[in-house]
């Protein structure tokens, strides 16, 4: 069993800066890969940005050049930093981890989701 928790939501104004933390615990053998979907309203769920064990990250177009992830393998932890940002950046945020369990097997676990709220 695993865990995902996030910290980190609140309210900022346009082209301030916030970062979303995540921290994953349980029975955890490897995670393979750690990252960030949101869903804002009346909108599906999707890809913000994503990384692998050796740092490499994906990110939506959306968010390029405004959003970093980065991640502490020893803590199990990832992070989002966000700047730059735009009301259509607000959203409940989840935190995603594929993860191969102490038990023969895996899976896919999400966090609580934070609310992201961009506002004047």
């Known amino acids: 069993q695993v865990h995902l928790v996030e910290s980190g939501g609140g309210l900022v104004q346009p082209g301030g800066s916030l970062r979303l933390s995540c921290a994953a615990s349980?029975?955890?053998?490897?995670?393979?890969?750690m990252g960030w979907y949101r869903q804002g309203p009346g909108k599906q769920r999707e890809l913000v940005a994503i990384?692998?064990?050796?740092?490499?990250?994906n990110y939506a177009d959306s968010v390029k050049g405004r959003f970093t992830i980065s991640r502490d393998n020893a803590k199990n932890t990832v992070y989002l930093q966000m700047d730059s940002l735009k009301p259509e950046d607000t959203a409940v945020y989840y935190c995603?981890?594929?993860?191969?369990?102490?038990?023969?097997?895996?899976?896919?676990?999400w966090g609580q989701g934070a609310q992201i709220t961009v506002s004047s």
């Open positions: 995603y981890a594929r993860v191969l369990t102490i038990v023969a097997g895996g899976g896919d676990y």
């Open positions: 349980g029975s955890i053998f490897s995670i393979m890969s």
């Open positions: 990384t692998a064990r050796d740092g490499t990250a």
